[in-house]
């Protein structure tokens, strides 16, 4: 009986920490943060690393895909943290053709993959310099929804009538509110 509950505590454990198979790399691979590939210029190329953010803008060719995302920490199962602030951006380059209303302006996205050199580009009129991921894997999240949550102080409070008091008293009650109706 001990053994079965080490093992699915065990295998419990162990499904709470795994990134989706299409993130996934080799056991024991060293992955390139995207600080150190920001700041070591060319040091890391060829690399492999996992990298992810909120998608800034995509833009297909006759060569492939090129998307340009935002980059931010990720979480210990790969989902990126949005944040106030970023580290700055890099562009993921995929063979073959990704829909952009697909991978849309805002979405998160993680990408898995070798490093590639570094490309000169502009974000409005700054010039910039984009570390490149040729991407093996990519993982769009689904959007968050936020969680309603009410707090209801009702008589309920009291279910017997031994624990409530004689008489009522009157306290303020927050109303419960209904979110309001979406557009989708």
């Given at each position: 009986?001990?053994?079965?509950?080490?093992?699915?505590?065990?295998?419990?454990?162990?499904?709470?920490?795994?990134?989706?198979?299409?993130?996934?790399?080799?056991?024991?691979?060293?992955?390139?943060?995207?600080?150190?590939?920001?700041?070591?210029?060319?040091?890391?190329?060829?690399?492999?690393?996992?990298?992810?953010?909120?998608?800034?803008?995509?833009?297909?060719?006759?060569?492939?895909?090129?998307?340009?995302?935002?980059?931010?920490?990720?979480?210990?199962?790969?989902?990126?943290?949005?944040?106030?602030?970023?580290?700055?951006?890099?562009?993921?380059?995929?063979?073959?053709?990704?829909?952009?209303?697909?991978?849309?302006?805002?979405?998160?996205?993680?990408?898995?993959?070798?490093?590639?050199?570094?490309?000169?580009?502009?974000?409005?009129?700054?010039?910039?310099?984009?570390?490149?991921?040729?991407?093996?894997?990519?993982?769009?999240?689904?959007?968050?929804?936020?969680?309603?949550?009410?707090?209801?102080?009702?008589?309920?409070?009291?279910?017997?009538?031994?624990?409530?008091?004689?008489?009522?008293?009157?306290?303020?009650?927050?109303?419960?509110?209904?979110?309001?109706p979406s557009d989708n």
């Open positions: 009986m001990r053994y079965l509950a080490v093992v699915l505590m065990a295998l419990g454990l162990q499904a709470c920490s795994q990134v989706p198979d299409e993130l996934a790399v080799a056991q024991g691979t060293n992955l390139v943060e995207f600080s150190t590939a920001l700041t070591d210029e060319g040091k890391s190329i060829g690399q492999s690393a996992r990298w992810g953010g909120t998608i800034a803008e995509v833009r297909n060719t006759e060569a492939g895909t090129e998307i340009e995302v935002v980059n931010f920490p990720l979480r210990n199962f790969g989902r990126p943290l949005a944040a106030d602030s970023s580290d700055g951006r890099f562009r993921a380059k995929l063979s073959g053709f990704v829909d952009p209303m697909v991978f849309a302006k805002g979405k998160s996205v993680t990408f898995t993959g070798v490093i590639a050199p570094a490309e000169e580009g502009k974000i409005d009129e700054f010039t910039y310099l984009f570390p490149v991921l040729e991407v093996s894997g990519k993982y769009l999240w689904k959007d968050i929804e936020p969680r309603q949550t009410t707090i209801t102080y009702s008589d309920m409070w009291f279910r017997h009538h031994y624990f409530a008091p004689p008489y009522r008293i009157y306290y303020p009650v927050p109303v419960p509110s209904t979110p309001p």
